[in-house]
């Protein structure tokens, strides 16, 4: 099993309640052969430059363990799902 970071901007005008089954999906993914060292939301902050029109997002880091299938199947999933703006998936080498 390999280390890997990600971190995902999910756009700004999604509401509260519907954060949360977002950052589960994604969470749900990577428990299925994996497991997590951290996850932390960031929150809202802006963004460096417009993306989409949009000047802020929600970011949320994940760091975890897991084989090289899963971050496959991360960025597939992060490339369907409308609300996320940006993502990046980070093997980490010891």
Excluded: C, Q
């Excluded at 519907?18 to 994604?26: D, M, Q, R």
């Excluded at 802006?46 to 090289?68: F, H, N, Q, R, W």
């Amino acid at each position: 099993m390999n280390l890997y970071e990600t971190i995902y901007i999910i756009k700004p005008d999604v509401e509260e309640e519907a954060l949360k089954p977002i950052v589960e999906k994604f969470k749900a993914l990577i428990e299925v052969n994996g497991e997590f060292e951290t996850i932390d939301d960031w929150g809202k902050r802006k963004l460096a430059y417009p993306i989409e029109d949009y000047t802020e997002g929600y970011y949320v880091y994940m760091k975890y363990k897991a084989g090289s299938e899963i971050p496959r199947e991360l960025d597939r999933v992060f490339g369907i799902t409308e609300d996320i703006l940006r993502h990046l998936i980070v093997k980490i080498e010891k």
